[in-house]
């Protein structure tokens, strides 16, 4: 199950990264999603989360960036987006894992340095928000 997820994470950031640089995903990406090696359900409720809170999920990472929003690197905006959007509706997964995850998917997709600016901002947001360490 913990590679399913880590799956669905990888679909749900290219997926996402997709809609924002070229305004449309392809179905045929969603359609064809590997059923037997990813979450899909987990996948949906990142991709359409995320999507749909665009918004509340900035707010809540702004004030803990180092520098404007729109400086962000596409990647690293949807890896943060994608992480704080588990650590507060996904409450049942731990945020060390949340973490864990969002720093591997920088490692695979961010650029050198991208997975410290990652857990850097996480780390911060954790410790406002009063998640339960």
Do not use: W
Not at 18 to 31: P, Q
């Amino acid at each position: 199950m913990k590679h399913n997820r880590r799956k669905a994470r990888i679909r749900a950031l290219q997926a996402l990264y997709s809609s924002r640089i070229i305004k449309n995903v392809n179905n045929n990406f969603i359609f064809k999603l590997n059923k037997s090696i990813i979450d899909v359900s987990y996948f949906y409720k990142l991709y359409l989360g995320v999507l749909t809170n665009y918004d509340k999920l900035d707010s809540v990472m702004l004030p803990y960036l180092s520098r404007s929003i729109n400086k962000l690197d596409h990647i690293e905006h949807t890896i943060l987006r994608i992480a704080v959007f588990e650590l507060t509706y996904h409450d049942y997964i731990p945020y060390k894992v949340v973490i864990n995850e969002a720093i591997e998917l920088a490692k695979m997709f961010g650029s050198c340095s991208s997975y410290k600016f990652i857990n850097g901002v996480l780390d911060k947001i954790i410790n406002k928000i009063n998640i339960k360490k």
